[in-house]
Every structure is written in C-alpha cells, then in structure tokens.
C-alpha cells in the first residue's frame, strides 16, 4: 500500500495505476479498491520524491500529496565499487540472549546457535557468546571448533565456571570467499552435558560486484535536498546511506553484498532540516 506523508489527499492503487479520489469517482476505479485511504501525516510541508527506475518517471499529482513509487533495479557492477563495513551484516539471530537456566553438574551455553548473517569477504564481525554454570561448579577444560573463517577468543582454558555464574567469550567470523559457512564449537568439561555444542552460522558476500540505482523527479516544494535510508529488514531500522541532503536526484549504492535483500526509502529535507516522513518502501534483492 502506498503512502502519502503530505496533503489531505485520498489515492487508490489500481492495476499499476495511481488515481485521484475525488467526490466524483474516476474511470479507472473499481469496486476492488474501495477502503485505500491515506491520512494527513501532518510532520511536515516537504514532499518525498517520486522513485523511477532506468529513466521511467512516474506522475505525481497536483496539490500538495506525492507519492514515491520505488522500484530498484540492481545493475551487475564488475569493479570499482567500494567495501561495505561488515557491521551492517549482523544477523539479528547473533544477539545474544539471557542463557537458559543450567542444573546440577550442567554448563549451558547461550546462544545455541550463533548467526553472522551475509559478511563482506575480507571483513569480520565479532558476536559474543556465554557459558553458564548450574548449581555446582564446572571446569571447562577444552573447546574446539569447526567451520571456515570462524574463530574463537577472550577466554583460556581450562577455566572454572563458578555455580550460577556466568562467563563470556568473543566468536569472529572473517569469511575468505563468497558463500554460506556452516560451523560449531564443542566445550569439553567435566559437567554431565560435555561435550557442548554450539552452532555457528554464516555467509561470505562479496562487495562491489553489483549496485543498486535510484532515481526521482524533484519536489515542488523548497528543499535543499533528499536522504536515502536502507534497511535489511521490511519496515526498517533503516540507516542514513546519504552523509548530508544531497541535492541530486538520484543515488547510486555501490556497497550491498551478494545474497542480501535491501529496503530502502527516502525523505525531502527543506531549509530548516526538517525532513518529511519516510517514502514507501523499494525492495532490492542481490543475487
């Protein structure tokens, strides 16, 4: 469903269509798109652009309700684009969560499965993982583990875990090469449970082979520029891609990584730095 951040004004999306409702109702609507209103979101005077694809510019409609129509097209890039901070590719399963309650002799471990989602290659991301005692201490005396690019540190063996106490430890993941990496680690103790074994997971992406285009027609209104924000989630977060309003109008993100999908929306800033509300939403899948 599209959007519209500006003006009291109603739309309905029609078989590809974006039409004015009005009191008399246009040719193209039909009794499918009855209940598509868009509310006033009254934040602010600046309309978003209007997002459109390889030169296709898409019609904004008079008076002060614009709508941004985004659609992305990914162009294979073969060099010359820069890196990606791997920072941006934790996978929101690597969060390291409180680690389940151990009994007697037990030594748990938390996360049980430890994601990095898709790192750039010749990047690394750390995660922090936790090893928890039961009621009774447990010397952990070993642990090794399996999985290309992975690494463990921050703690020495053996080492006791005092009952009911906690202890951490850092995971790095650097992949060399493009791809998933299935991987674990297996504690050696002298608890009931050993070995114990945690699951490792994470994929190798590159930078720079492909790039993701975005272009819109200029707001009516007085701005001094737009921000593109991208998101790896539908709905956001999202982050600023753009260092300062750019007064462009379109962009070029030449720092996705193999096997992502990106969400991206953009905003009008006027001269106070007021922006407007998000646009709708474009989606880009990099193969």
């Known amino acids: 469903m599209l959007r519209t951040p500006i003006g009291h004004c109603r739309l309905k ?5 974006v039409c004015p409702l009005s009191s008399k109702l246009p040719k193209c609507y039909t009794s499918l798109d009855a209940g598509h209103e868009f509310p006033d979101s009254g934040r602010s005077r600046s ?6 694809v390889m030169g296709k510019q898409w019609q904004s409609w008079p008076g002060r309700c614009y709508v941004l129509l985004a659609v992305v097209a990914c162009v294979v890039m073969m060099a010359g684009c820069a890196g990606v901070s791997s ?4 996978g929101s399963s ?3 969560p409180d680690p389940p309650p151990a009994g007697p002799g037990l030594l748990s471990v938390a996360p049980t499965t430890m994601s990095f989602g898709t790192v750039a290659v010749g990047k690394s991301t750390n995660l922090t993982g936790t090893l928890t005692a039961g009621s009774s201490d447990i010397n952990v005396t070993s642990a090794a583990w399996t999985g290309q690019g992975y690494n463990v540190s921050g703690i020495t063996f053996p080492v006791t875990v005092a009952a009911g106490k906690s202890i951490t430890y850092t995971v790095t993941f ?3 090469a493009a791809g998933d990496s299935a991987g674990s680690i297996s504690f050696i103790s002298d608890g009931s449970d050993s070995p114990l074994a945690q699951t490792l997971d994470g994929s190798g992406g590159e930078a720079g082979v492909h790039t993701v285009g975005l272009a819109w027609s200029p707001s009516t209104s007085s701005v001094i520029g737009y921000n593109v924000y991208r998101g790896t989630e539908s709905g956001g977060p999202y982050q600023l891609l753009t260092s300062s309003p750019q007064p462009d109008t379109s962009y070029t993100d030449g720092t996705v990584l193999t096997g992502t999908t990106y969400f991206y929306v953009a905003t009008a800033v006027d001269s106070n730095h007021v922006e407007s509300t998000y646009s709708n939403q474009a989606q880009a899948a990099i193969p």
């Open 174 to 176: 650097a992949p060399q």
């Open 13 to 17: 999306w029609l078989a590809g269509r």
């Open 94 to 96: 690597g969060s390291n």
């Open 47 to 52: 309309e978003p652009p209007i997002i459109v």
């Open 87 to 90: 920072g941006q590719k934790s």
